[in-house]
């Protein structure tokens, strides 16, 4: 269960909807090491981040240049290069990101559990229906049909362990 301290939620939306956040995508870029010692293992490293905005400070320079933006004008490599509306999100994400993706496992299980008792309700009315309706009845073979139509739903979609628990049991 994700810590649902009151504002969570909407500490994390204020952070990802800021003002001064860089738009996305972000792409970081690498570079390999080209030490000649023979010695180094430093491989490949960060050299910054591509942005579809430009920098501040290149955006101040064409702007008083005239100049078209180069390629360079999107890399982010300075701590400057980032609003601090940008740095926000970054430090925060390696904490919120697992406990958004938490929540969302616990909204996709309550939402497995409830389909799984509507499709267990669906079946236990028609199975009632069923069981009111006389077989030489003109609905039987409809009533018949959908019965056969959830079974095949329930045992394809929703054989899951939140259907097999029964409703309003959690998962361990």
């Not at 100049?67 to 290069?81: L, Q």
Request: hydrophobic share 35%; charged share 35%.
């Amino acid at each position: 269960m994700t810590d649902q301290t009151p504002g969570r939620e909407q500490e994390i939306r204020a952070r990802a909807e800021a003002e001064h956040l860089t738009p996305a995508p972000w792409k970081v870029e690498y570079e390999q090491c080209d030490c000649s010692d023979g010695l180094c293992r430093h491989g490949e490293y960060v050299t910054g981040v591509s942005t579809p905005d430009l920098t501040p400070v290149a955006a101040e320079r064409l702007a008083r240049s005239g100049e078209k933006p180069r390629d360079y004008d999107f890399h982010r490599s300075d701590i400057g290069d980032f609003s601090g509306d940008d740095w926000e999100l970054m430090v925060h994400a390696r904490e919120d990101i697992p406990w958004l993706l938490a929540r969302v496992a616990e909204l996709e299980a309550d939402r497995d559990a409830a389909v799984a008792a509507a499709v267990r309700r669906a079946l236990e009315d028609m199975a009632a229906r069923l069981r009111r309706t006389p077989r030489d009845h003109r609905d039987y073979p409809a009533v018949l049909t959908g019965a056969r139509h959830i079974e095949e739903y329930l045992r394809d979609s929703v054989a899951s362990p939140a259907c097999e628990q029964g409703e309003g049991q959690q998962t361990a």
